[in-house]
């Protein structure tokens, strides 16, 4: 694919996760502050205690982990809230009927969505491990493993392997639309622990905003090149396809 194309592809992803969210601004920003604010906040308290008891150290050590891994399974519930914007804004690309929130939380397969972030959190704390690109690399393949498992009903490897012929060939894009938001979107998280001596209200409120105006817009950005991605391996697919003789 051609610079130009590539960023085409880059711009149209981004542009729409912001149109879809004009256009439902109030459900969207629903689901980031009851999902996604609360989780933000657990998972920056559980780092902060984990972190806390790895510097005692001694026995604490062992506490820290468990403290630091049951954080991780409760903030496993990110997945269910991308799954539940993903359902619910799906009719905005043309794939589905209209459907009510209730319609778009029944349909959601909760138990796939969370085994599927865990298996990916394993697999870039794995890469993590081994060095900082070789996390990022990891994420930046699998990054859009929860939208295709929404969109195409499917299983958690088989969403995997999706993730992973898609971005492959879209690296670049697939790093700019999605890998680069999500840092920032971590780096902000941890500034916001300069606010753990104010008020607990105070804290929450800016988790609330951050969600809002942070979390969702990059959790559109994935649902949107996830989309945008997919048409153009179909259309691909349907000009290879040999003609009958």
């Not at 992803?13 to 996604?36: D, E, K, N, Q």
Request: aromatic residues 6%; negative net charge.
């Amino acid at each position: 694919m051609s610079g130009h194309r590539r960023w085409d592809t880059a711009r149209h992803a981004v542009r729409t996760a912001l149109c879809v969210y004009r256009s439902h601004p109030l459900a969207i920003a629903g689901i980031a502050a009851v999902v996604f604010a609360p989780l933000a906040l657990v998972d920056a308290f559980g780092s902060t205690q984990a972190e806390n008891l790895f510097e005692t150290g001694g026995g604490k050590v062992a506490l820290g982990a468990i403290v630091l891994a049951g954080t991780s399974l409760l903030t496993a519930g990110s997945a269910v809230g991308a799954g539940l914007m993903d359902s619910f804004v799906v009719t905005e690309f043309g794939v589905d009927e209209p459907r009510t929130f209730r319609d778009a939380l029944r349909s959601l397969p909760v138990r796939r969505l969370v085994a599927l972030d865990l298996t990916v959190s394993v697999i870039v704390g794995v890469g993590t491990v081994l060095g900082v690109l070789p996390g990022l690399a990891a994420f930046t393949l699998l990054c859009l493993s929860g939208p295709l498992l929404v969109r195409g009903d499917l299983g958690v490897r088989a969403a995997m392997a999706r993730s992973i012929d898609l971005t492959r060939h879209q690296l670049l894009v697939t790093v700019v639309v999605v890998t680069l938001p999500v840092v920032f979107e971590h780096q902000i998280l941890d500034a916001l622990d300069i606010l753990w001596d104010f008020p607990f209200l105070v804290l929450f409120g800016a988790h609330i905003v951050m969600a809002v105006v942070v979390l969702a817009p990059v959790v559109l950005c994935e649902i949107a090149l996830a989309f945008t991605l997919l048409q153009q391996s179909e259309a691909f697919d349907v000009h290879a396809e040999p003609v009958p003789l």
